[in-house]
């Protein structure tokens, strides 16, 4: 369960990591801020329909044409690309040009070495 501070019918900030409830998050704010219990797929920005009861509230957001929306994090990404989630991290990408750089070297070292063969 997150806890949620609506604001002009969006989830606006996501003060989960602040109160346990809803409930507790009203009683530090004035009367006229509004929290609610959110399930744990729900992001900030995600829609908010007071009309609506339980779940049905929450409104997941719509990716713009040529765009999809990853479930996981809660934000949008490019068609044709890989969710955040699978995209490579820093360190994966640090580790392949290291690889890359070694096979590179060696492969230079070979055709250096061969030439050096063919002098003698």
């Given amino acids: 369960m997150k806890v949620f501070q609506i604001l002009n019918g969006f989830c606006y900030y996501d003060a989960t990591k602040l109160y346990s409830s809803a409930e507790e998050a009203r009683q530090y704010y004035s009367p006229d801020t509004v929290f609610e219990d959110a399930p744990d797929y729900v992001f900030e920005s995600w829609g908010f329909d007071e009309t609506q009861e339980g779940d049905a509230r929450f409104i997941?957001?719509?990716p713009p044409e040529g765009w999809l929306y990853d479930e996981e994090t809660g934000t949008f990404y490019p068609e044709g690309e890989l969710p955040p989630n699978e995209q490579p991290t820093q360190l994966d990408l640090i580790e392949?040009?290291?690889?890359?750089?070694?096979m590179m070297t060696n492969t230079l070292l070979s055709e250096e070495e061969e030439e050096a063969d063919d002098d003698v």
Avoid at 96 to 102: E, M, N
């Fill in 60 to 62: 997941r957001p719509t």
């Fill in 96 to 102: 392949a040009q290291v690889v890359y750089t070694a």
